[in-house]
T-cell receptor, first 114, second 114 residues
Framework: GQSLEQPSEVTAVEGAIVQINCTYQTSGFYGLSWYQQHDGGAPTFLSYNALDGLEETGRFSSFLSRSDSYGYLLLQELQMKDSASYFCAVREEGRGSTLGRLYFGRGTQLTVWP | DTAVSQTPKYLVTQMGNDKSIKCEQNLGHDTMYWYKQDSKKFLKIMFSYNNKELIINETVPNRFSPKSPDKAHLNLHINSLELGDSAVYFC?????????????FGSGTQLSVL
């Protein structure tokens, strides 16, 4: 089976740093992805980690620890526009030549206050 | 130019009706998906096509039938609509299905069944 756990809500103020954690259980792990979704909008790809360590892209960084089945998304210098839902996602192991599905967590609603 | 476009944006209909949602991508991607997002924002995969061939078919009622006339289009037809079908349906595409694939989502179709 497949499960991902992430907090349902996180709040912070502008300029702060926030970390959104994701723990997963999966049969066959192929990396952890993060997506952002604003209210009424489409999910958009943020980052992908296949190996342990920190990947930095501007104000956003993503971390993975395969041994701990854990990752996080770090958002720095928060801005009001960062208020959105953030989803972690893992690729499930496929069967034979069949592609495994991309399984999403239930999302973390981030609210940034002025 | 919109990369992944789906129509209509909103769909309000009565129980028992049949409706279709269309999706087109102009990114030249080989793989397309349909995802369903419920009121709690849980994103769940429904179908995946690669080069017009069905590769993922989740446990979805057979009232839902995807059709891919070519690799740039993946339409979703729903028969005998039920109240529980109310959700946002997202089409997505990707170039390289696999662990690190980056999904591009359409803007979603808000389906309301009355």
């Amino acid at each position: 089976g497949q499960s991902l756990e992430q907090p349902s809500e996180v709040t912070a103020v502008e300029g702060a740093i926030v970390q959104i954690n994701c723990t997963y259980q999966t049969s066959g792990f192929y990396g952890l992805s993060w997506y952002q979704q604003h209210d009424g909008g489409a999910p958009t790809f943020l980052s992908y980690n296949a190996l342990d360590g920190l990947e930095e892209t501007g104000r956003f960084s993503s971390f993975l620890s395969r041994s701990d089945s854990y990752g996080y998304l770090l958002l720095q210098e928060l801005q009001m526009k960062d208020s959105a839902s953030y989803f972690c996602a893992v690729r499930e192991e496929g069967r034979g030549s069949t592609l495994g599905r991309l399984y999403f967590g239930r999302g973390t609603q981030l609210t940034v206050w002025p | 130019d919109t990369a992944v476009s789906q129509t209509p944006k909103y769909l309000v209909t009565q129980m028992g009706n049949d409706k279709s949602i269309k999706c087109e991508q102009n990114l030249g991607h080989d793989t397309m998906y349909w995802y369903k997002q419920d009121s709690k924002k849980f994103l769940k995969i429904m179908f995946s096509y690669n080069n017009k061939e069905l590769i993922i078919n989740e446990t979805v009622p057979n009232r839902f039938s995807p059709k891919s006339p070519d690799k740039a289009h993946l339409n979703l037809h729903i028969n005998s609509l039920e109240l529980g079908d109310s959700a946002v349906y997202f089409c997505a595409s990707s170039q390289d299905p696999g662990p690190g694939e980056k999904l591009f989502f359409g803007s979603g179709t808000q389906l309301s069944v009355l």
